[in-house]
């Protein structure tokens, strides 16, 4: 196997940003050697699953960040709080958090105090995005030239 940056990546939220991010992991390699993606809704992992840009797909947060080098939450951002503090004592130490959300202020508010000794926190923003949401949304070229 190719060097990886991350063994294992976890996305928690499959829609454009998530399913871009994991797209595009797995058509240019070398990000991560496991895809697992989160979502709250079964029917959306089940599409996940169809449409094939994850390896392993979990209802569970908390069993999803089990393990992963990275975990980004691509959810909506009023859902931060609750669940970085559902998946705080199941991060590994050395992992690193982010996220793909369009403000900065709330979600340092909202994950920073959840986020334990050891596990890197860096906030972040994609600056790329569509009209359309959902897993059926993304696609790997979307962060190109941006």
Not at 27 to 41: E, L
Not at 57 to 70: F, L, P, Q, T
Not at 105 to 116: E, F
């Amino acid at each position: 196997m190719t060097d990886v940056v991350f063994e294992k990546l976890t996305l928690i939220g499959a829609g454009l940003i998530g399913g871009s991010i994991a797209r595009a992991a797995r058509a240019y390699g070398g990000m991560a050697a496991s895809i697992t993606v989160s979502s709250r809704s079964q029917k959306t992992l089940d599409r996940v699953a169809e449409l094939g840009f994850a390896d392993v797909c979990e209802i569970d947060s908390r069993k999803a960040v089990g393990g992963a080098d990275a975990v980004i939450l691509c959810a909506p951002v009023g859902t931060y709080a609750a669940i970085a503090e559902a998946i705080s004592p199941h991060l590994k130490p050395g992992a690193i958090i982010s996220d793909v959300g369009s403000t900065k202020q709330s979600v340092i508010r909202d994950i920073g105090p959840y986020v334990p000794a050891g596990v890197h926190f860096v906030p972040a923003h994609p600056m790329a995005g569509t009209e359309f949401s959902g897993p059926d949304s993304g696609f790997a070229e979307l962060f190109q030239g941006r």
